[in-house]
């Protein structure tokens, strides 16, 4: 540590300087000629000279408090700045909307300056908000008519939407949120300029995950009837092995085929047979649960995994898919084309990994239900030896 700074030497030599001025005979000789010169001609020099310095010292006072200011200022915006790169940074690596809420509600209260701050976005086709920051219930309301109207929605209220500050969130199409901050303590041009800075990060990283979340959904999906793709769904058949061995659970897997469809091809022409895959594709959306796995496996042949359940309850979920199908034909052409479809399914009991031999068991159910005649829903249970080889490796 230093005995003496810069400022305590400035003072020891104001010190020295001016004791040499008290015994100074030069300096006093100078003095007398002013206050001569004062008497002799009307002047007030000394008193001017001594105000002068007065006003300069304070002068350089209130200059150096400005340049403290400057400097706080300065400072200030280089750490708002630092808060703006680590939330682009954050929202950077975000991919999907838990990860965008969750640098969300990380980065943006010290963006805010520790000012109440919230993030919300508008569903896709829809009047329903998303939160990105946590709302409380009772205020949320009206935090959606305040992000309603400050993304200019026309049929947004016109009542009092809260004190709140918002920023909207402008991405390529459109606004698609706002974020909200308390307004108090009031915020300044700069504050509101990095408030808007981190509107615009947020609205890229949410534009970007949804087309990301578009790609991915393009590249696992059948576009035709919006079931997964055959690649997909046999990970994800794996998966569900390794989570069943882990949790000794059950699940089922139908495979389902539709009748005569080269038939309908040939009569009706291939645009028809496109309308009736995409009705299938749509009524297995209806019928079947969000948690099931729905496939396209090849052509006119579909396989859905139904987690968790059991053989009974396939069978009774195959039998209600078989009836919706029948029911809803399609009309092609001043012409109704009614559709039937045979289905095989089958139990995977714990212990199972090999994928390839369920599908070839449940493929097999198909069989016999074609050769049963066609519209109808056959079991094909597990091969006991099969089984007790899996347990022995």
Partial sequence: MRAFGRNDSILIGGLAVAA?????????????????????????????????????????????????????????????????????????????????????TEHLPAIAGGRVAWAMIRTTGADDWLALTPIPPDAKATLERAAARVIGDPAASTDATGDDICFPLVAPG????????????????????????????????????????????????????????????????????????????????????????????????????????????????????????????????????????PLAGAHRVAEMLRRDVEEHPVHWNEQTVVVTASFGLTEIVPGEIDTPAIIGRVDAGLYQAKQDGRNCVREQGAVSGQLAAVSVN
């Fill in 174 to 309: 459109g606004p698609i949120g706002a974020i909200g901050i308390a307004p108090q303590p009031p915020l300044t041009e700069a504050q509101k300029t990095v408030m808007s800075a981190a509107a615009a990060l947020l609205a890229a990283s949410v534009k970007n995950a949804d087309l990301f979340l578009q790609v991915h959904e393009n590249s696992v999906r059948d576009a035709l009837t919006g079931c997964f793709n055959r690649r997909h769904f046999l990970d994800v058949m794996d998966s569900e092995l390794r989570r069943a061995r882990r949790s000794h659970g059950i699940f089922s897997v139908v495979m389902f085929d539709l009748d005569h469809f080269k038939n309908i091809n040939d009569r009706f022409g291939h645009l028809c047979g496109d309308a009736v895959l995409a009705m299938v594709g749509k009524r297995m959306k209806a019928v079947l649960r969000g948690s099931d796995v729905k496939c396209r496996y090849g052509g006119e042949e579909f396989l859905v995994l139904l987690p968790d359940t």
């Fill in 20 to 104: 040499w001025l008290v015994s100074s005979r030069e300096v006093g000789q100078l003095i007398d000629r002013a206050r001569a010169i004062d008497h002799s001609r009307g002047l007030q020099l000394v008193p001017a000279l001594f105000f002068l310095t007065v006003v300069f010292l304070v002068h350089q006072v209130l200059k150096r408090q400005e340049m403290r200011d400057e400097a706080t200022q300065a400072t200030t915006r280089v750490a708002e700045m630092e808060r703006l790169v680590v939330f682009g940074q954050a929202l950077a690596k975000s991919l999907d909307g838990d990860w965008i809420r969750e640098a969300t």
